[in-house]
């Protein structure tokens, strides 16, 4: 379809809905700009959690939450609709599959991980925890992959479903970096930390990666 500029994300370099994004726009050759929107005080992992959010941003997604898209006219909220509005109305790799059944557990698995693990360690979530947020996020990340470890063992070819790369990869990576981030020990599940070490080595991963975003803080690039 036509369109009269390049999509904007307004994110934040760490955020796994904006990694989530960015990995979709890199997944679909489509290039787009960038607007930081800062989420913690100074880039520290340790310091307190102070949204900076515009009314200018608030119009634009009022959960005054990471992401938000500009595209063809649209303003897109969540992470998960972006992606399968950019893979019906943009050419290049499929990111949900074309079989009904394998499409449902791409789905499934994508909603597990955006649904029923992350929010548990959104900076919403975590700064009301105080000095148990490590173990609080250990806990929860270890109790959702727990449940997604024997999912992808049926589901998993060289990717999450299948041999083809979809929204379920594209998921995982941001969430085993968000665990690898809380010393999470990834060996404990043996498929997860396969499909990561593999999507890994995409260059779609790479460059979307959070070490290398124009917002990323100086001591944390790549």
Known sequence: METESKPVLHGYFRSSCSWRVRIAFALKGIEYDQVAVNLIQDGGQQCFYV??????????????????????GLVLSQSLAVIQYIDETRPGPRLLPADPKKRAQVRMISDIISSGIQPLQNLHVIQKMGTEKVQWAQHFIHRGFQALEP??????????????????????????????????????????????ETLHEMEAFRVSHPSRQPDTPADLQA
Do not use: W
């Open 151 to 196: 999912i992808l063992k049926q589901t998993a070819g060289k990717y999450c479903v299948g041999d083809e790369v979809s929204m379920a990869d594209i998921c995982l990576i941001p969430q085993v970096y968000n665990a690898e981030r809380f010393k999470v020990d990834v060996g404990l599940y043996p498929t997860i930390q396969r499909l990561n």
């Open 51 to 72: 949204l900076q959010f515009t009314e200018h941003y608030k119009t634009l997604n009022p959960m005054q939450q990471v992401p938000a898209v500009e595209i063809d």
